[in-house]
């Protein structure tokens, strides 16, 4: 199965960005990449996906290396209300149309004052 | 604004009684999923639909049922087969089938048995 690795837990300082990595070294070559964030008690929140380029949104940016073996997700400025925590996902391999996200424990992000 | 609705947010179930939980999507969406989230663990898959009137099992289907009679709702019963109900229920959707859109969540259902 496709998995990811990510850092249990990270803090970073109010205003700072915070550089949130994952490894997906068996990911296959038409997978998309996928990130969430969950807020205590809340539902997973959409932040950003991508396939092999660099993405960017209002919310954050999205660097993959080139062979899409890792990737990073950047918060260029966080803030307090970015505590949470941060998932990244690839689907099953070979779900097809049945395609299932694989979600594991993802990563505490603590955003200090 | 488009969103997912889950109703209750929070439910409290008698041991051996079968409850219902609500899901309800206004963004034209044709897929819809159930997940479970225990404390410290990720989410888990129990049923997807992918269109009306057909649904698949996921991961923990056992102890649960759906139906999808309509796009916009997609409920889920917990029967009394269930034996571990207690757990955080998430409801989510998604354009379609393609790997290329994201999934919306609901904000969540607490299930408590007591």
Known sequence: ?113 | DGGITQSPKYLFRKEGQNVTLSCEQNLNHDAMYWYRQDPGQGLRLIYYSQIVNDFQKGDIAEGYSVSREKKESFPLTVTSAQKNPTAFYLCASSIGDSDAYGYTFGSGTRLTVV
């Open chain 1, 1 to 113: 199965d496709a998995k990811t690795t990510q850092p249990t837990s990270m803090d970073c300082a109010e205003g700072r960005a915070a550089n949130l990595p994952c490894n997906h070294s068996t990911i296959s070559g038409n997978e998309y990449v996928y990130w969430y964030r969950q807020i205590h008690s809340q539902g997973p929140q959409y932040i950003i996906h991508g396939l092999k380029n660099n993405e960017t949104n209002e919310m954050a940016s999205l660097i993959i290396t080139e062979d899409r073996k890792s990737s990073t997700l950047i918060l260029p400025h966080a803030t307090l209300r970015d505590t949470a925590v941060y998932y990244c996902i690839v689907p099953e391999p070979g779900a097809g149309n049945n395609r299932k996200l694989i979600w594991g424990l993802g990563t505490s992000l603590a955003v200090n004052p």
